[in-house]
């Protein structure tokens, strides 16, 4: 018998727990957040000679010009020489872009072939920042940062630069898309976009810059059929030619359908739509509902078990609290903050500074491991959307006229001078392909899959089988041991009472 009940306690204690799954036909479904996010971050046409971030485009150049000259000679070391760098008995080349060209900078020197003079200043001139724009700049300094950057990054792809970046909300609204340049059309359970300012919220991202999130007011999000006349259809301008190639690796949009209230996890939870196409992504809901009682419980109900929180409303979930995990050891061990967002008394860290920079890294690198597992656990409840989507080319020939009409008043920049009457229909066909792809975001069916997740061994099972074990070996129930130690605790209080009496 005590090897059995010791048998059912170690069971009790491993607090089992497991999940049924079920479809559930529902009535009316709340229709998601969309936030539709484009991979250039700023642009090019925006940043002028007196802003700090013109040193961007001249490395476009510089990227540019050496890709062309590699096309001739591949076995070319190819770079942009400062004058005294370039000689005509010998010519050592340096990966930089020098501020003033009277100065040599401080890089490692390669070897190149052998140019002239001549030769030498004619195909670089015209890619060298000359003293005119150099002395446009307020701060020289962060120009030759802005360069140093770019040379000493380590990444193939570029990719520690993206990561590096850090744009503030000022400058994103400055340099980046704005709403009526993005979203050439809309329209919403079949009816015209009319005030899209009320429907769609400016959001600022580390990752993408400024995006821009659907969300309709609370009672206009019901919907009751399934359906792409029930869902949300887009036409969306893709500035391609714009981008700033540094930072623009890809072309199209980033778009993810999350819960209200929510930040999507951009790293898992978005799809990345091409121009030219149209597309059509159909969603089907699921909801997780998690054991919330205290022994067994493995979630975060809210905010409030955490011990920081966001300062603007969002509601909880485990990727935004370990972003805000992340960023607390940034404000502490670095002095700034990545969030655009944020409302600490910390400054956005500075893209240019090396220092803060090797700081973030070790910070992201440690990122939360203790408190992801101890802190930053799942939400108790959520909700997610499984997307199943095709595409197509889009427009044809035969529609782009209708189309084009239609936008033209609105949002279409291209002109008579980028698209004479003289050019061919199909050219013109592919330049709107190249900026331009429709999107339809629906419900497939009213079915919600519901993962609801129970505790295989409660408390209240454990009393029942240690009854049954005590009265199957000695005849003895739980409620007999109640009785009998009623009957110990009358006994020994009269007895004490007696005692008492004798004294």
Known sequence: ????????????????????????????????????????????????????????????????HK????????????????????TPDEVQCTYNLCVDRKMICPVKLLPCPLYNQETCNNNFETFNIDSRKRRSSNNDDRVRKWLNMYISSTNDNYDDIKERMTISMEDLNAHGYSLDNFIAQCSFKSKNCSDYGSLFKDVFTHEYGKCFRFQPHHANRTIAIPGRKQGLSMTIFVNTSDGLGLLSHSEGVFIAVHEHGTTPDYSRHQILLKPGVEAFIGLNQREVHLVTLPTYRDCNLNWNDIPWRPQSPVKYSQSECQKHCTDRKIQKHCNCTELMNNDSKYPLCDSLD????????????DSCRTSVNEICKPACSSKSYEVNWFEHSWPTMNFYPFMMNKLFQ?????????????????????????????????FEDMIVEEVNEYVVYSFNAFLSDLGGTMGLFTGISIIGLMLLLRDLIEYFRGKYKDKGKNV
């Open 354 to 365: 090396q220092n803060q920079w090797e700081c973030r890294q070790r910070q992201s690198e």
């Open 1 to 64: 018998m005590v090897v059995q009940i010791y048998e059912l306690f170690k069971q009790f204690r491993r607090f089992e727990k497991g999940a049924n799954i079920k479809a559930v036909l529902k009535d009316h479904l709340e229709f998601p957040a969309v936030t539709i996010c484009s991979p250039n971050k700023m642009l090019k046409s925006t940043i002028g000679n007196d802003n700090e971030y013109w040193p961007l485009t001249y490395i476009d150049k510089y990227e540019d």
């Open 410 to 442: 609105s949002l279409f920049p291209f002109g008579a001078e980028t698209m004479p009457k003289s050019m061919p229909k199909e050219k013109k066909l592919a330049l709107i392909q190249e900026h331009f792809l429709r999107v339809h975001i629906f």
């Open 67 to 86: 890709f062309d000259n590699k096309l001739v000679d591949q076995s070319a070391e190819y770079s942009m020489p400062s004058d005294q760098l370039c």
